[in-house]
């Protein structure tokens, strides 16, 4: 069965939204404290360092990709992580730097 070439082209896409949510800092610094368990968004807040306005934003970037769920229990928020190969995937990415950072000091 062939795949249609569209196919691929959406899941590139796709790809491509996740990895923009990831690059940035705090973006990463937020999924590192969901990836040992639901937080409290002011947990979330406090651990990150960040205004609630600016988690509000970061947490609303991460929801659409589907990568952070959140619901309310009365006027609190709870926050998690919607898939567990986003801790994966963001262990991935520190071992890379990780790795980068050897050889470069390798080569000095």
Not at 9 to 38: M, W
Not at 43 to 58: F, Y
Not at 73 to 98: D, F, N, Q, V
């Amino acid at each position: 069965m062939k795949k249609k070439p569209g196919s691929d082209r959406e899941a590139y896409r796709r790809q491509a939204e996740i990895c923009k949510a990831f690059a940035n800092p705090t973006r990463l610094h937020v999924i590192d404290l969901l990836s040992r368990g639901g937080r409290w968004s002011s947990e979330v807040q406090a651990g990150v360092g960040i205004s609630k306005a600016n988690l509000s934003q970061h947490l609303s970037i991460l929801k659409s990709v589907g990568v952070v769920s959140t619901h309310r229990e009365g006027k609190r928020l709870r926050c998690g992580l919607s898939i567990p190969e986003a801790k994966r995937a963001t262990a991935l990415l520190r071992s890379m730097m990780k790795s980068q950072q050897r050889k470069a000091r390798r080569q000095r």
